[in-house]
C-alpha cells in the first residue's frame, strides 16, 4: 500500500526497541564498513549505512566498548533500505552480549 510505513507489516518485531545512536563497524562477506546503530533490541537492530547488503545475508556488528575492546554480534539482514541502512535479526545472544546492550540503552537515556 502506498504510504503504509513499512515497519507495520508482519515481520514488524514485538520486541520493544531501543533509540541509540552508536559508531559501529559491520562485515559482510569479508568486507568490513562503518555504521551507527540507531535502535536495538534483544532481537536485532537497525545500522543506518550506505552499504549494500542484501536481506538474508550473514552479518557480524563489532559494537565498541569504553576500554577499546569491541564485542562481536551476529545475525542476518532482515531487510534492508537503499542507502539509508538495514535491520538485523541477530543470533541467539549470549548473557555478556544482553549485558552490553543493556548498558548501551542506559547510556543512551542519561541525560
Not at 569504553?66 to 535479526?89: C, L, P, Y
Request: charged share 25%; hydrophobic share 40%.
Amino acid at each position: 500500500m502506498l504510504g503504509q510505513d513499512r515497519r507495520s507489516n508482519n515481520e514488524r518485531r514485538e520486541t520493544i526497541r531501543y533509540p541509540i545512536s552508536v559508531d559501529i563497524e559491520w562485515e559482510v562477506n569479508s568486507v568490513r564498513l562503518p555504521g551507527t546503530l540507531s535502535d536495538v533490541s534483544f532481537d536485532g537492530c537497525f545500522v543506518l549505512s550506505s552499504g549494500e547488503v542484501t536481506d538474508g545475508d550473514l552479518i557480524r556488528i563489532f559494537v565498541p566498548l569504553a576500554d577499546g575492546m569491541k564485542v562481536q554480534f551476529g545475525g542476518k539482514i532482515a531487510n534492508h533500505v537503499f542507502e539509508i541502512g538495514f535491520g538485523v535479526r541477530f543470533e541467539p545472544l549470549s548473557a555478556a552480549q544482553r549485558k552490553v546492550l543493556v548498558d548501551l540503552v542506559k547510556a543512551a537515556e542519561q541525560p
